[in-house]
């Protein structure tokens, strides 16, 4: 099961745990071998940080080939600019053949996700310090263009959409 959210480490843990299922979160292992994701970002770039992002993704699904695992994966894995990297981790996730590549995203509106977005982000295990910023934009009308942007390829990828 592949779940997507910009706050899928915040709450898709639990449901993991409840359900009896490893839980995985791309960023853990992103973070353990290649350090904070700001400081990548910083010093070589969004591109670099995609690239970075498609090989921890590979090396997770071929780690956990025919095993059920929940995998949590940030807004920006299936839906960001570097169409060439954004490609390969939606083949990647297709090829690992999920039983369902779900949507977890608070609310229907897109003014009120970013609200509870940016909440969730201030108040959870990942707080807005861990994510560098997409955009020049504050953090609440940030979240609201980058939804605006990435939904489209949100419901393109995902079979379910859950509210949370």
Not at 144 to 154: D, E, G, H, S, V
Request: charged share 20%; glycine share 6%.
């Amino acid at each position: 099961m592949v779940c997507i959210s910009p706050a899928a480490t915040i709450q898709t843990p639990a449901k993991g745990e409840s359900l009896g299922i490893k839980f995985i979160d791309i960023d853990d292992p992103l973070v353990e071998q290649y350090g904070p994701i700001p400081q990548i970002v910083k010093r070589n770039g969004w591109e670099t940080f995609r690239q970075i992002e498609n090989q921890v993704l590979s090396e997770i699904l071929h780690a956990y080939n025919n095993q059920d695992i929940i995998l949590g994966l940030g807004g920006g894995t299936v839906a960001h600019d570097y169409e060439e990297w954004r490609l390969k981790n939606i083949g990647l996730l297709n090829d690992f053949n999920p039983t369902a590549k779900i949507l977890l995203i608070p609310f229907p509106d897109h003014k009120k996700n970013a609200e509870i977005l940016t909440s969730r982000m201030r108040t959870g295990n990942r707080n807005v310090s861990t994510k560098p910023p997409l955009t020049s934009l504050e953090p609440l009308e940030e979240a609201y263009y980058m939804l605006q942007k990435r939904y489209p390829f949100y419901v393109e990828f995902s079979s379910t959409v859950l509210y949370t």
